[in-house]
């Protein structure tokens, strides 16, 4: 289950869709089939999501919204959770307002996830995984390959990734977002995509000579 917080959580007794979600639930509807609505039932489980967090500062599904999301796509509620639980990119739980997914699968290990997830629990408090922070601010879940290895490690916060990180790195971007500021995405260390640390070592021209 893809909780953030180990306390009992305090679920809401109705959820309903509001009109900027609305706006958006018959568009994904519309891309499936008669009869295969059910499979709307991830970007609706993200608006839901998006929605909570857009509305009450922390991104998560509550129960009422998946048995909302059921009544739509005419789907039994035990199915909806079944997808909701599945998935690590949906909270069951409350999280924080910077939701810390740290990667530490073997790629980002061998190049120092260890070090990432102490600066982590340094800089927040946080002792364990699936706890949010004192202030509300932070919550930290560990997380499974987050699909750019080639700049390990890794560090999602809410929708964005931070490669290429360490502990000096991670703790200046999370004292950052405590001050209101959000860090440009991607390499902490300047790294040009995927190219090697130090940059690009072939095509490092868009001019090509003609030859005969």
Request: aromatic share 8%.
């Amino acid at each position: 289950m893809a909780e953030a917080n180990t306390q009992a959580v305090v679920q809401p007794a109705t959820f309903a869709f509001d009109a900027e979600s609305e706006a958006k639930i018959a568009y994904f509807v519309a891309k499936y089939p008669e009869g295969k609505q059910a499979s709307a039932v991830l970007p609706l489980l993200d608006l839901a999501q998006r929605q909570m967090g857009r509305t009450t500062g922390s991104a998560w599904v509550p129960v009422a919204a998946m048995d909302e999301i059921g009544r739509i796509l005419g789907m039994p509620p035990i199915r909806v959770y079944e997808v909701a639980t599945f998935y690590l990119m949906f909270n069951t739980a409350p999280v924080g307002k910077f939701h810390l997914q740290v990667c530490t699968t073997t790629p980002c290990w061998l190049r120092g996830s260890d070090e990432v997830v102490h600066a982590c629990r340094k800089a927040t408090g946080i002792k364990g995984w699936k706890e949010t922070s004192e202030d509300g601010l932070f919550s930290m879940t560990e997380v499974e390959c987050l699909g750019a290895c080639v700049n390990a490690p890794i560090l999602q916060v809410n929708d964005d990734f931070y490669e290429d990180m360490d502990a000096a790195r991670t703790t200046a971007l999370l004292e950052a977002l405590k001050r209101g500021e959000i860090p440009p995405v991607g390499s902490t260390i300047g790294r040009q995509t995927s190219a090697p640390e130090g940059g690009p070592t072939t095509l490092t021209s868009l001019s090509f000579e003609k030859t005969e």
